[in-house]
């Protein structure tokens, strides 16, 4: 079945930076586009990038210049190297893709900035 594995959260001051992974399994990850999600506490989940299988990446204007998404189709592996951070970026990250028509999350990872 689909997996999804994010890892590279922590707690970092401002101004600081952080890469995210997001390890995937299950499915042909090559042909599928990955998208990193946040939610912070009490506000909705919302886009932060998307990469499609040409690697081509799309981001969320408040994080533009200051986050890049890649992928490594030999590792599975999509990255969200985040500089520059916030604290309004404090929030829970994960990633995403649909597989049959379904749309599949992996469990998160904390990212905390502190001013």
């Known amino acids: 079945q689909v997996q999804l594995v994010e890892s590279g959260g922590g707690l970092v001051q401002a101004g600081g930076s952080l890469r995210l992974s997001c390890a995937a399994s299950?499915?042909?990850?090559?042909?599928?586009?990955i998208g990193w999600y946040r939610q912070a506490p009490g506000n909705q989940r919302e886009f932060v990038a998307k990469i499609n299988s040409g690697g081509t990446p799309t981001y969320t204007d408040s994080v533009k210049g200051r986050f890049t998404i890649s992928r490594d189709n030999a590792k599975n592996t999509v990255y969200l190297q985040m500089n520059s951070l916030n604290p309004e970026d404090t929030a829970i990250y994960y990633c995403?893709?649909?597989?049959?028509?379904?749309?599949?999350w992996g469990q998160g990872t904390q990212v905390t900035v502190s001013s």
């Open positions: 995403n893709t649909v597989h049959n028509g379904r749309l599949n």
């Open positions: 299950g499915f042909t990850f090559g042909i599928r586009t």
